[in-house]
C-alpha cells in the first residue's frame, strides 16, 4: 500500500483515477483548489494555492510516497490570455518544477507526470508517433509540457527522484468535457454531417485504461525514469468514431461525404480552420514500449470505454 497525493483530482481524469487508486488499495490525497467543488467522497482533500512556482506543497506532501501530477494548464478552446505561452509555462512547467522539488525535500520517491502526445508534435503523416521520434511540440500547450517533461528529467539527475512520463492522446469517459463532450451532445441529436468520406486514423485512450497505466507505472520498478506513450491500442477514423459514440447512444449516424478540400475551405470561412485540420488529421501512437516494458495491456476495449462513458452521459439528462 502507499500513499499518492493525486494533483488535479477534481479534474476530468481526477474523478477516474482518484477511486481506481483506492480499489487497487493505495490511500489518496486529493490535492484541489476548491474543496467543495471537488465532489471527491471518500478521499483526504488538501487544499492548495493556484499551481505556479511559489505553490506551498508542504502540507500536502506530508506522508506521502508517490505523486501522480494532473493539474494543468489544457487546451483553451476560446484564449484570452494577452500572453498564452507565459501562462501556459507558468503552470505547466514552473508549477510542475516547484512540485518536484518539493517533493525531493519530502523524500517522496517517486513522481508521475501526466504529459501529452502534443509533445511529440500535432498530426502523423506515414508513421505512428513513438518516443523515440524528436519532440515537435507545434502549440504553446505542447511546448510547455516538453519543457515540464525536461525540468523533471533535469531534478531527478541530480536528486534521485523516480520520474515516470506518460503522453497520452485524447481521453474520454465518464465525467469527460470540452470537444468530447460536444461530440456526445452532437451524436444525440443525429444531424446529418458531411464527414462520411474521412478516412483519417486517431488514437485514443479511455480513461479507465488511462487509471490503470498510472497504478502499473507507481508500482512497476522499471517504470523508474521512464517516458511512455500510452493509448487504448486501437485507431479509429473520425466518422468510426462517430458511428461507435452514436451507437453507444442507440442513435443513428447520418453520415454523408463531402471533399475534404471544400470542408477546408469551409472552415477557413467561418473560422475554424484548426478544428477541421482536427477532424481531417490523423493523430497516432505507437504504445508499444510500456507494453513490451512493463506488460502493461489497458483493460477495456475501446467500445466498452465508450459504452461507460455513453451510459454516464445519458444518466445525466444532458441533450
Given at each position: 500500500m502507499t500513499r499518492v497525493l493525486v494533483t488535479g483530482a477534481g479534474g476530468f481524469f481526477g474523478r477516474t483515477l482518484c477511486p481506481a487508486l483506492l480499489a487497487a488499495g493505495h490511500d489518496v490525497s486529493a490535492a484541489v483548489r476548491d474543496p467543495a467543488a471537488a465532489g471527491l467522497g471518500g478521499l483526504e482533500i488538501c487544499p492548495v494555492t493556484d499551481i505556479g512556482p511559489d505553490t506551498d506543497w508542504g502540507e500536502a506532501l506530508s506522508g506521502v510516497e508517490a505523486v501522480v501530477h494532473l493539474a494543468a494548464r489544457v487546451d483553451v478552446i476560446n484564449e484570452t490570455a494577452a500572453d498564452p505561452l507565459a501562462e501556459y509555462r507558468g503552470i505547466n512547467r514552473d508549477g510542475t518544477r516547484r512540485l518536484a522539488q518539493a517533493a525531493v525535500e519530502a523524500g517522496i520517491r517517486r513522481l508521475l507526470f501526466l504529459s501529452t502526445?502534443?509533445?511529440?508534435?500535432?498530426?502523423?503523416?506515414?508513421?505512428?508517433?513513438?518516443?523515440?521520434?524528436?519532440?515537435?511540440?507545434?502549440?504553446?500547450?505542447?511546448?510547455?509540457?516538453?519543457?515540464?517533461?525536461?525540468?523533471?528529467?533535469?531534478?531527478?539527475?541530480?536528486?534521485?527522484?523516480?520520474?515516470?512520463?506518460?503522453?497520452?492522446?485524447?481521453?474520454?469517459?465518464?465525467?469527460?468535457?470540452?470537444?468530447?463532450?460536444?461530440?456526445?451532445?452532437?451524436?444525440?441529436?443525429a444531424p446529418p454531417l458531411p464527414l462520411g468520406g474521412i478516412a483519417n486514423r486517431r488514437s485514443m485512450i479511455y480513461a479507465g485504461n488511462l487509471a490503470d497505466?498510472?497504478?502499473?507505472?507507481?508500482?512497476?520498478?522499471?517504470?523508474?525514469?521512464?517516458?511512455?506513450?500510452?493509448?487504448?491500442?486501437?485507431?479509429?477514423?473520425?466518422?468510426?468514431?462517430?458511428?461507435?459514440?452514436?451507437?453507444?447512444?442507440?442513435?443513428?449516424?447520418?453520415?454523408?461525404?463531402?471533399?475534404?478540400?471544400?470542408?477546408?475551405?469551409?472552415?477557413?470561412?467561418?473560422?475554424?480552420?484548426?478544428?477541421?485540420?482536427?477532424?481531417?488529421?490523423?493523430?497516432?501512437?505507437?504504445?508499444?514500449?510500456?507494453?513490451?516494458?512493463?506488460?502493461?495491456?489497458?483493460?477495456?476495449?475501446?467500445?466498452?470505454?465508450?459504452?461507460?462513458?455513453?451510459?454516464?452521459f445519458l444518466s445525466t439528462g444532458r441533450s
Open positions: 502526445v502534443k509533445v511529440n508534435g500535432e498530426k502523423t503523416e506515414a508513421a505512428p508517433f513513438s518516443e523515440n521520434d524528436p519532440p515537435a511540440p507545434a502549440d504553446a500547450y505542447g511546448l510547455s509540457k516538453w519543457e515540464a517533461e525536461k525540468t523533471l528529467a533535469g531534478i531527478a539527475a541530480k536528486s534521485g527522484l523516480e520520474t515516470v512520463i506518460l503522453r497520452s492522446p485524447l481521453i474520454y469517459g465518464e465525467n469527460v468535457k470540452g470537444r468530447f463532450l460536444s461530440l456526445l451532445k452532437l451524436c444525440r441529436k497505466a498510472v497504478i502499473h507505472c507507481l508500482a512497476h520498478p522499471d517504470a523508474a525514469g521512464r517516458t511512455y506513450l500510452v493509448g487504448d491500442g486501437e485507431d479509429v477514423s473520425t466518422p468510426e468514431l462517430i458511428r461507435r459514440v452514436a451507437g453507444a447512444l442507440r442513435r443513428p449516424a447520418r453520415l454523408f461525404t463531402v471533399p475534404s478540400v471544400i470542408l477546408r475551405l469551409a472552415g477557413g470561412m467561418v473560422g475554424q480552420s484548426a478544428a477541421v485540420a482536427r477532424l481531417l488529421g490523423s493523430l497516432q501512437i505507437d504504445d508499444g514500449r510500456i507494453r513490451r516494458e512493463l506488460g502493461w495491456t489497458p483493460p477495456f476495449a475501446m467500445l466498452q470505454g465508450i459504452e461507460k462513458m455513453a451510459a454516464w
